[in-house]
């Protein structure tokens, strides 16, 4: 055999090689992958990024690897907590998160996966500016919408509570009718932006979910502080509690047909719409 044809039968036979190597890491892959959903889905979480981990190192191209498990290291963030190993493990999740963003700019899943991260980690700036990235991309999104409300809520809600607390005040609940006139103008004229955008946004949640009781049990909440708003107008703080009854009265009666349907409905492990096992 001569020397271009040998040279011809070596790359031939080093190309079958490769593809064969190539092959068996994605074989392996996959089943680190699979490995990895049944850890997670008995919430052994460790062991779930350690499988998809090694799964991405097999096989970088493998569909979902990256997802996976960026969501397994997201489960591991415990809420609140700020030591440095917590937010190595939320920066590692939202640094893969975003490298799937990188490939499929319109990916829901993790825009929102990013967004609960920085709720859980009470950072409500990131949190929000990510949950109306998902609502640009999808704008019928409830849970969106109504983490926004909440942000507001959580926002306006803070603020009441420290303007009251430096003049020495509880929050009655009732729009603090007692309180004096120069506290609640300082309540109102930070919180006025911020009841208007929560109330835009649960009324939205509810309107593109009609059974979203937790919706409605904020919006009972946001019309209790539309009552500070309203401070020194008696009627409109008169509506506001109304408001705020009826949707606690809406959100019991709600709560209670979902629980009844939920009691009626068949059990199983399924994975919801956010890409999460249950």
Not at 139 to 150: M, Q
Request: proline share 4%.
């Amino acid at each position: 055999m001569n020397g271009p044809a040998r040279f011809s039968a070596l790359a031939v036979t080093l190309a079958g090689m490769v593809l064969s190597m190539s092959g068996c890491s994605q074989l392996e892959a996959r089943d680190q992958l699979n490995k990895g959903v049944d850890a997670y889905k008995s919430a052994r979480y460790e062991e779930a990024i350690d499988h998809f981990q090694r799964a991405t190192q097999l096989d970088p191209t493998l569909p979902m690897a990256k997802t996976y498990l960026a969501t397994a290291l997201a489960q591991n963030v415990v809420p609140g907590l700020t030591t440095p190993e917590n937010l190595k493990t939320a920066n590692q999740a939202i640094a893969i998160f975003q490298e799937v963003l990188a490939k499929n700019p319109n990916d829901v899943n993790s825009m929102k996966q990013i967004a609960g991260i920085y709720f859980s980690l009470k950072n409500l700036d990131q949190a929000e500016e990510w949950q109306k990235k998902v609502l640009a991309a999808d704008p019928k999104d409830p849970e969106a919408a109504y983490t926004v409300g909440v942000i507001d809520w959580t926002k306006a809600h803070e603020n009441k509570l420290k303007a009251l607390q430096d003049a020495g005040l509880n929050d009655d609940g009732k729009g603090n009718v007692k309180a004096p006139k120069k506290v609640m103008e300082v309540i109102a004229k930070e919180n006025a932006p911020l009841v208007e955008e929560g109330l835009q946004y649960l009324n939205q949640a509810v309107a593109n979910r009609p059974n979203y009781d937790d919706a409605m049990q904020y919006l009972n909440l946001i019309y209790r502080n539309k009552a500070d708003v309203d401070y020194g107008n008696t009627s409109a703080v008169n509506e506001d509690l109304a408001e705020a009854q009826d949707w606690t009265s809406k959100a019991m009666s709600t709560r209670k047909a979902n629980e009844a349907k939920k009691n009626a409905g068949p059990g199983g492990i399924t994975m919801d719409a956010n890409g999460n096992f249950k």
